[in-house]
């Protein structure tokens, strides 16, 4: 009976060793798990608090008065008159009766409160409607960038304030009478780059991003889902095959910055084809992203159960038709759900375009495949990399929108996996 009992409580002793050890083994992971969402969460915080500012934009309103004798123009339909006509001094004028106590001598620190491309607007609005040359035009403008990070950044430490004390007075005063407001910033979804920081728009950006990532599709998806149906279906097992075999994998680890090398020495330097286009981009991402497609392909082709193939023999069918009605319609779900994971990845890059020339200042939005273009990642390397700040707020919303490009993209692909795959 001793023995009996000793040996129980050696049992009952192992027990409850091996249960601490499961509950601290438990506990690395949750802490685990901890680590990375708080690591997570202090990312998305940092992010969305330098970019929400992004989203807004600060306006002026003023009455224009638009004097034909003050702007040295005759006939706003007249190209040659328009092109030496003043278009800032009506904006000038406006500006100083809307500050109270501004005078002529004060016209230097007014005029520094509105946006360069401000007379551009008044020059476009003006040669859309020439009837209203010698009228007074309520008119909405962008306020300089100084102003723009006064306005949303006064008192943050991390933005120099280039106003002086006169200029922070009338711009608080005409942010309290309204003539200065703040509002969702279209420009920003509407145009292209720009060297000014309240022009700059991820409009050619996304458009560029669109391009790439069509050609991408339409070269690597067809390639890869074919080369994994060879590879798993008709390929022989044999040497050259185990060859292949490998070298698809090591591709799929080698850093992206190789395909840009290869790119360049091939597609640029080879081929001559043009730098800074989206056909090139797509041909470089589509050697990155071919091997996840080919390896998320042939898992899913060998998730299939080999049963479906043998009644498909059965009833007759060639090898070809066995593949074609019947592996392949089930795997298709896989196939899709990894092509979908690595044109995401193919999305966030940025080293393999910056070697084929797509880090070019594109103001224009693409028309075409063979226009020269940008894309987000290449965008916010640019902006990123400025050395005016108020890029800084236009790199974190240009971020958080590349983030939910690439969260949209995984969700589609989770929902494709649940929604159509079969389980067996």
Same mark, same amino acid.
């Given at each position: 009976?001793? &023995? %009996?009992?000793? #040996?129980?409580?050696?049992?009952?002793?192992?027990?409850?060793?091996?249960?601490?050890?499961?509950?601290?083994?438990?506990?690395?992971?949750?802490?685990?798990?901890?680590?990375?969402?708080?690591?997570?969460?202090?990312?998305?915080?940092? $992010?969305?608090?330098?970019?929400?500012?992004?989203?807004?934009?600060?306006?002026?309103?003023?009455?224009? #008065?638009?004097?034909?004798?003050?702007?040295?123009?005759?006939?706003?339909?007249?190209?040659?008159? $328009?092109?030496?006509?003043?278009?800032?001094?009506?904006?000038? %004028?406006?500006?100083?009766?809307?500050?109270?106590? +501004?005078?002529?001598?004060?016209?230097?620190?007014?005029?520094?409160?509105?946006?360069?491309?401000?007379?551009?607007?008044?020059?476009?609005?003006?040669?859309?409607?020439?009837?209203?040359?010698?009228?007074?035009?309520?008119?909405?403008?962008?306020?300089?960038? &100084?102003?723009?990070?006064?306005?949303?950044?006064?008192?943050?430490?991390?933005?120099?304030?280039?106003?002086?004390?006169?200029?922070?007075? /009338?711009?608080?005063?005409?942010?309290?009478?309204?003539?200065?407001?703040?509002?969702?910033?279209?420009?920003?979804?509407?145009?292209?780059?720009?060297? &000014?920081?309240?022009?700059?728009?991820?409009?050619?950006?996304?458009?560029?991003?669109?391009?790439?990532?069509?050609?991408?599709?339409?070269?690597?998806?067809?390639?890869?889902?074919?080369?994994?149906?060879?590879?798993?279906?008709?390929?022989?097992?044999?040497?050259?095959?185990?060859?292949?075999?490998?070298? *698809?994998?090591?591709?799929?680890? !080698?850093?992206?910055?190789?395909?840009?090398?290869?790119?360049?020495?091939?597609?640029?330097?080879?081929?001559? @084809?043009?730098?800074?286009?989206?056909? =090139?981009?797509?041909?470089?991402?589509?050697?990155?992203?071919?091997?996840?497609?080919?390896?998320?392909?042939?898992? +899913?082709?060998?998730? !299939?159960?080999?049963?479906?193939?043998?009644?498909?023999?059965? $009833?007759?069918?060639?090898?070809? %038709?066995?593949?074609?009605?019947?592996?392949?319609?089930?795997?298709?779900?896989? @196939?899709?759900?990894?092509? $979908? *994971?690595? @044109?995401?990845?193919?999305?966030?890059?940025?080293?393999?375009?910056?070697?084929?020339?797509?880090?070019?200042?594109?103001?224009?939005?693409?028309?075409?495949?063979?226009?020269?273009?940008? =894309?987000?990642? !290449? %965008?916010?390397?640019? /902006?990123?990399?400025?050395?005016?700040?108020?890029?800084?707020?236009?790199?974190?919303?240009?971020?958080? !929108?590349?983030?939910?490009?690439?969260?949209?993209?995984?969700?589609?692909?989770?929902?494709?996996?649940?929604?159509?795959?079969?389980?067996?």
């Amino acid at each position: 009976m001793t &023995d %009996q009992r000793s #040996q129980a409580e050696i049992v009952r002793q192992s027990l409850k060793r091996r249960y601490r050890k499961e509950r601290r083994f438990r506990a690395y992971g949750i802490l685990a798990i901890a680590i990375a969402l708080g690591a997570l969460l202090i990312l998305f915080t940092d $992010i969305i608090g330098k970019g929400y500012t992004g989203f807004v934009k600060t306006t002026i309103t003023m009455d224009v #008065q638009l004097d034909g004798e003050m702007m040295y123009l005759d006939d706003p339909t007249d190209e040659r008159q $328009i092109k030496m006509a003043d278009f800032v001094e009506p904006l000038v %004028q406006a500006l100083i009766k809307e500050i109270p106590g +501004a005078t002529e001598d004060d016209r230097k620190q007014v005029r520094e409160l509105i946006n360069p491309y401000a007379s551009v607007t008044l020059r476009d609005a003006l040669k859309a409607n020439p009837e209203w040359l010698g009228t007074t035009q309520t008119m909405t403008f962008l306020t300089h960038t &100084d102003v723009d990070v006064y306005v949303k950044h006064a008192g943050d430490d991390a933005y120099s304030i280039k106003l002086n004390d006169q200029q922070k007075a /009338w711009v608080d005063d005409l942010l309290e009478r309204g003539i200065i407001e703040t509002s969702f910033n279209d420009v920003f979804f509407s145009g292209g780059d720009s060297r &000014d920081p309240s022009k700059a728009g991820i409009l050619g950006a996304i458009v560029g991003s669109l391009l790439t990532m069509f050609v991408t599709l339409i070269l690597s998806f067809p390639i890869g889902v074919a080369a994994a149906i060879y590879l798993e279906e008709f390929a022989p097992q044999n040497k050259f095959t185990d060859f292949i075999e490998v070298n *698809i994998n090591n591709l799929a680890a !080698v850093p992206s910055i190789i395909f840009g090398l290869l790119g360049l020495a091939v597609f640029i330097n080879l081929f001559g @084809m043009p730098r800074s286009v989206p056909v =090139v981009g797509g041909l470089v991402l589509t050697l990155m992203t071919l091997p996840t497609i080919i390896i998320s392909s042939r898992a +899913a082709i060998k998730s !299939v159960p080999p049963s479906i193939r043998e009644a498909a023999e059965g $009833i007759g069918a060639s090898k070809m %038709q066995v593949v074609l009605h019947h592996v392949l319609p089930l795997a298709m779900p896989g @196939m899709l759900t990894g092509s $979908i *994971i690595g @044109m995401a990845q193919a999305l966030g890059e940025t080293a393999p375009l910056l070697l084929i020339g797509m880090v070019a200042f594109i103001v224009d939005v693409p028309d075409g495949f063979f226009d020269s273009a940008t =894309v987000l990642p !290449v %965008q916010v390397f640019l /902006w990123a990399g400025s050395p005016e700040l108020a890029f800084i707020e236009r790199a974190s919303a240009a971020i958080m !929108v590349l983030l939910a490009f690439l969260i949209s993209m995984n969700a589609l692909a989770i929902w494709m996996r649940k929604r159509l795959e079969r389980r067996w």
